[in-house]
């Protein structure tokens, strides 16, 4: 399968691999990749990040058969780009958007890192107002991951007592010390895509040829600014 993976929970990643899933796991031949790590600037680097991607010779030489988007929890300006860059270029090339929760990927990455079938990752990443987006994990194969504990919105006091892990990944730990004190931290500080895909391809070969990944966000918390649904009296 060719497939774009975008992911904008913190920066911005823009990935294009063929993909196949074998018995064990899935490989991934990159054909391009472009990221920024500006968490402010998804809407204006996507487009020229996939109007390039799209525009090389091994890409464009043959037909997309999906794209594979980051869900969140994230902040919720960022995370719109993505998916809505990741739903017009589904429509317009009439292929199906998967999503993949932004903190399994960064376990993903992270769980890659620590070579531990039987370890356990915290993963947090910044929720902005002294918070953080937390969720413990531990490997699922290969590719894929299962969610112990979260996802949720919590003081970095309250993430550290999800429970005891082998190891932190994630912006939070990097944002607030008292995350990683005494735990080994890894090098995933936000979504990653690579392994979404791998995710995808995972959930996908589970769920069978016809399904789809909900690619619904997931934001934990009502956007900073609100529609009144008070009328207003005219004098």
């Not at 902040?75 to 270029?89: D, E, K, Y």
């Not at 009439?94 to 039987?118: K, Q």
């Amino acid at each position: 399968m060719r497939i774009v993976s975008i992911d904008s929970s913190h920066g911005s990643q823009l990935l294009v691999a063929d993909a196949v899933l074998d018995a064990e796991h899935a490989t991934l031949s990159v054909l391009s990749l472009a990221e920024q790590a500006e968490s402010r600037r998804h809407a204006e680097s996507l487009g020229g990040m996939l109007a390039e991607a799209l525009s090389s010779p091994a890409v464009a030489e043959r037909r997309l058969d999906a794209v594979v988007a980051a869900t969140g929890p994230a902040p919720f300006t960022g995370l719109r780009a993505g998916l809505v860059t990741a739903r017009a270029l589904g429509r317009a090339r009439g292929i199906p958007v998967h999503g993949v929760p932004s903190l399994d990927a960064v376990a993903r990455a992270a769980l890659d890192e620590l070579a531990d079938e039987g370890a356990t990752v915290l993963v947090t990443t910044d929720a902005r107002r002294h918070e953080v987006y937390a969720a413990r994990y531990r490997a699922r194969g290969a590719d894929d991951v299962e969610c112990l504990d979260g996802p949720a919105v919590l003081t970095p006091e309250a993430a550290v007592a999800l429970g005891d892990v082998d190891a932190v990944a994630g912006s939070g730990a990097a944002l607030y010390p008292q995350i990683g004190e005494g735990r080994r931290s890894l090098a995933p500080i936000s979504g990653d895509a690579r392994a979404q895909v791998r995710i995808a391809m995972a959930r996908l070969a589970h769920a069978g040829p016809d399904a789809t990944l909900s690619a619904e966000p997931l934001y934990l918390r009502h956007a900073d600014v609100q529609v009144s649904s008070a009328r207003k009296r005219v004098r």
